[in-house]
Structure formats: structure tokens, C-alpha cells
């Protein structure tokens, strides 16, 4: 099984490395393309109007300046051309990737990637405080993301699907099970604009989500389901089509 890995997180993060250490304990053929800068939040964004630049840093390991999405079609497409590809996994993110993360996370965008090429993916996140100052639980992954990927693929993933998973915030022990869940919603009455000044007064900016604000998640989705120390397991698709509202216009436009 050939195994591309990538994330978003960027080439040097510590993520990165556990990510490979996961896809070795299914395969010996482990290829790494990631991006040479942190890429989080860049969502499914593909570059066009930049060249993009390759760097070979190690045995099948490769930095590519540009996005998740360019990386896995530059491993895809260039470092692996002609090589059939098995599995795509994106991660590990530093923080989880839940609810309306989804829309914006490189990690999720690298997985989404792999899916439009044809090839089983992956997204996987450690959720993490980052006002904590401790190291995120990387070795919760570590323990629990192999079983669940070799479940994922020995059960099939459908095309054009793709399987976020999300890590709680807790020791491997602490782990109570696996959910599989819808997504949830992370609320957006958090996300503010924090302004700053800086050292001749110009005001600058910061997209920033208020911890003040603590807002009970749903039960049963993928934010309630970490924040119970659960591994969350969210398949995803590409076709994002709503189909009550399609049937509602095709009546509101489509009389004959
Ligand atoms: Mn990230």
C-alpha cells in the first residue's frame, strides 16, 4: 500500500512527523509532501498565480511551496506520477478540525484533495488548548489512528467521500471510545476581529475566537463528541448540494 501524506500545518511540524509514524505502522511505502509554511485556515485553495517550488528534503520526503491541495496534486500528479497512490492521510493537525473547521481547514482540504483524485483519505486533528502551554496529546493518534484507518479502508470508502477524524484533548487512556458523528456547529457568535496597535499606534488586525463565550455543543456531533473525550469520526462529502432546497427552487423555477 502506497501512502501519501500530507498536511497543513507545514513541513516542519511536529504533526507532520506523528502523521508518518501513523502510516508506517500500515505500509513501508510512506511518501511525505507538505507545504514549506503553515497553510492552516488556507481551506481548499489552489495556486494559480504563483509558480509552485519543489524541495527534496529527505528520502520520499518533499516541501513544496503552496497549499494542501497543491501538494497532493503535486505528489499525486508529479513526485508520484505514474505510481498508483492508496491512501491520502492529512494531518495531524495542532488543534481539532470540527464543525464549521471543516470549511476552512487546510487538513480537511488536503483529505478533500485526495478524494476528487479517486484515492481513500484521511483527515486527522489533535484537539488541543493552545492558551494551555502543554504539547498537544499526540500520542492519543499515535495509539487509536491505525485500527481506525485500517476499519476506514477494510470497510471502503465510497467515492467522492473522505473521513475526518478528530482526537480528544486527553492521555490515550483517558480515551472513552470512537463516535461516529454529524458534524456540529462550533457557533460564530465566538469569531471577532481583535484589534491591536502597534508601535506607531497603526491599528492591525487578528481573526480571533473568544474563549469567554462557552456555548454547550450539541450532542451527538463531532464538537460534543471530543469535548466527552470520544474519537470523533465524521465521514464527508464532496457534493454539497442541498437537496430539499434544490426540490423547493426546481418547483419556485421550474413550472411548465
Ligand atoms: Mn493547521
Request: charged residues 25%.
Amino acid at each position: 500500500m502506497r501512502i501519501l501524506v500530507t498536511n497543513d500545518d507545514g513541513i516542519h511540524s511536529e504533526g507532520l512527523d506523528v502523521c508518518a509514524e501513523i502510516a508506517r505502522t500500515l505500509s513501508e511505502d510512506v511518501w511525505i509532501v507538505a507545504p514549506e509554511q503553515d497553510q492552516s485556515g488556507v481551506a481548499h485553495s489552489l495556486s494559480l498565480n504563483d509558480p509552485l517550488r519543489l524541495r527534496q528534503i529527505g528520502d520520499r520526503r518533499y516541501a513544496v511551496r503552496g497549499t494542501p491541495t497543491d501538494c497532493v496534486i503535486m505528489g499525486v500528479r508529479h513526485v508520484l506520477d505514474g505510481k498508483q497512490v492508496d491512501l491520502v492521510l492529512s494531518g495531524v493537525n495542532r488543534g481539532r478540525n470540527v464543525g464549521e473547521d471543516v470549511i476552512y481547514s487546510g487538513t480537511v482540504a488536503g483529505a478533500m484533495e485526495g478524494a476528487l483524485l479517486g484515492i481513500p483519505s484521511l483527515a486527522l486533528s489533535q484537539s488541543y488548548k493552545s492558551r494551555s502551554g502543554k504539547p498537544p496529546f499526540w500520542e492519543t493518534g499515535l495509539r487509536y489512528a491505525p485500527d481506525i484507518i485500517r476499519g476506514v479502508l477494510d470497510n471502503g470508502v465510497r467515492k467522492d467521500v473522505l473521513v475526518n477524524i478528530n482526537f480528544p484533548d486527553c492521555a490515550p487512556e483517558e480515551v472513552k471510545g470512537v463516535a461516529v458523528t454529524p458534524l456540529g456547529r462550533r457557533r460564530q457568535e465566538r469569531l471577532h476581529i481583535d484589534k491591536r496597535l502597534d508601535g506607531r499606534n497603526n491599528p492591525y488586525y487578528w481573526i480571533a475566537y473568544s474563549h469567554q463565550l462557552k456555548i454547550e455543543p450539541e450532542h451527538g456531533t463531532d464538537v460534543a463528541a471530543i469535548e466527552d473525550r470520544h474519537i470523533a469520526v465524521t465521514p464527508l462529502k464532496i457534493d454539497i448540494t442541498d437537496a430539499p432546497t434544490m426540490t423547493r427552487l426546481a418547483k419556485l423555477f421550474e413550472k411548465n
